[in-house]
Structures are given as structure tokens and as C-alpha cells.
């Protein structure tokens, strides 16, 4: 099966076909894709499961569009299926926490070695995290 | 202080990078400016003990290498920094903190999405898809300088040329829209 790239916190490269712009996988292959599991209680990672009322509005025959898995997470997408490259955003409720709860979101960057980085490593300090560009 | 590049590789921000002690990461995808609402750059957030945020993004410089251009002095805001660390002062009330920055709307984050996209086909070396992904960013966040200036460097252009100066006066015509807190102004 031809290979599409999904591009979320990470890159990942999962075997998908495309039709038009949807993206259609196996359900057991979503971990791989998104980092959920479909189960009967909803979609799940650890411990934690998002509701879906109806699960068959994820699916496309006997595959689930990614696209639209990812909707049920809130996260929206984009699909360019020419390039057979797929975007997902963040889970928007962690900007809310920033903007509402002023909680800071966790990531995880890389330095210029190539080393990752999580906020959580300065915890216990008071931190100014600055953003910046060379353009 | 943990600085993040919103730059494409760490070739390009090494230049900028020598002697310096404090952690340099890279945000290629911009994962911060979605995460934080983050529409411009330099940008700073205040961060506790406890990972809560006690200052959110505001524009702020290290220097006044741009103050003339910007109208924005470094040193008030390096002086909140100093009694913040030393006497725990907060500049700003939880309640104002909440309404500073204004979440991104849903064009926004699309834009977000599509530059993503570009950045990484124009690394896979596939031009013509990163081109057409760049555009849909700039149409859906016209006033955003993490899409329509960063793109500048990706797409052959210049981002200290005359395009940036265009969309610079742009965006002021536009109201100069921005989430965040404003410069710091000098103490009365």
C-alpha cells in the first residue's frame, strides 16, 4: 500500500490509500497515525477516551478516514492528496489552556544538536520563553 | 531563559547563536505559535515555578536594535523582568493576563496547517506543492507575520525587502492586528 505522510507534533509515514482528499487506513493502523485507538468507548490514548456518538460517520467502507478521526479529536486537517501529505493541528483545548486556564503547554523541540527538549526539564524555575526568527 | 526558533533548519539561526549559554530549540513546524497563539516575533512569555503563565506572549526585544522602527524600548520591559525575579512583582492581573493574547480563530489555525505542509514538502524538495500551500496560508492569516514573513526566506523572497515593507504597511492599514500583550512602555 502506497505510503502517506501525516504531519502533526511529528512526521510520520503510515500505508494509506487516497481517495480524492480522504485518507483511508486501518483502524488497528490509527496509533501509528495519530496516536488514538479506536475503541468501543470512543477514541483513546493512555487512559484517556474521547466520545464518539457514532463511529461509522469515521468510516469509509471497512477503513477510517484520517481526516475525519481527527475531527473527532477537534483537530482539524488538511489533506492534499496529489502529495499524499496530510496536516493535523494541535488539540486546540491546549491553546485554551494557555489563554484561559494560563496553564503553559508542553513540547518537545530540538536544540541545534538535535537534542529534545520538554518545558517540564525547567520546572521549578521561573522561565521567560522567548520566541524568535532570523527573518 | 529558553529561546525557540521559529526557523526551518539550525543552520539558520546559528549565525545568531554563538556564545550564547541558554537552550537554543527549533520549531520548524511552529508547534509554539499554535500552541501559545503566537502571531509575531520576538515574542515572550513569563513562565513560573509551577509551569503557569504569569505574563503571556508580548512583544519585547533584548536591545534597541529596532526600537526606531517598532517604537518599542527594551529596557521598561527588562526592568518588569527584574523585579519580577527578584521581588516576585507581576506586571499584569490574572484577569487582564486571560485577556491578552485572543485565542487564533479557525482560518488561522488552517493557515498553521497549510504552512506546515509547505515547510515540509519544500524540504522533501516537491516546490510546487510547498508554493501552493504557502499561498493558502497567506490568504487564510493575511496579518500574520509567522506565515506571511516567515514564508518570505522559504519562497525565494526577502524578508527584510521590499515584500515585507508591503505587507508591513498592510497589516497597519488592517489595524495592525496581533495577539499579545504591546510594548512595554517607559514608566510615567
Redesign the interface.
Known sequence: MPRV?I?G?D?RNIDADVDDDQVLIDAAHLPDALGWELKPEGLCRDDVCVPVRDQSTLFVDDRVDVARVAAALGR???V?G??R??????P?E???Q???A??????E??????TL?Q??E?????????????? | MIAVALDDSADDVRPWTEGITMPVLIDPHHVLTELYAISNVPTVVWIDEHDNIVRPNGVAFSNDMFAEFTGVESGPHLDLIRSWVRDGELPISTDDAREAVGDLDDDEVLARLHFRLAAHARREGDDSTARRHFERAAELAPHDFTIRRALLPLTGGDPFGQEFFDFYTEWQEAGSPYHGLPGTPPPE
Not at chain 1, 501529505?85 to 494541535?90: D, E, G, K, W
Not at chain 1, 525547567?122 to 527573518?135: E, P
Open positions: 505522510t504531519i507534533y512526521v482539524p486537517a488538511v492534499d496529489d502529495a501529505l496530510v496536516s493535523v493541528a494541535l486546540a491546549q491553546r485554551r494557555a489563554l484561559d494560563l496553564v503553559a503547554p508542553s513540547f523541540l530540538a536544540d541545534l544538536d538535535g527538549h518545558l517540564e525547567w520546572r521549578g524555575r521561573k522561565k521567560l520563553l522567548v520566541a524568535f526568527a532570523s527573518w
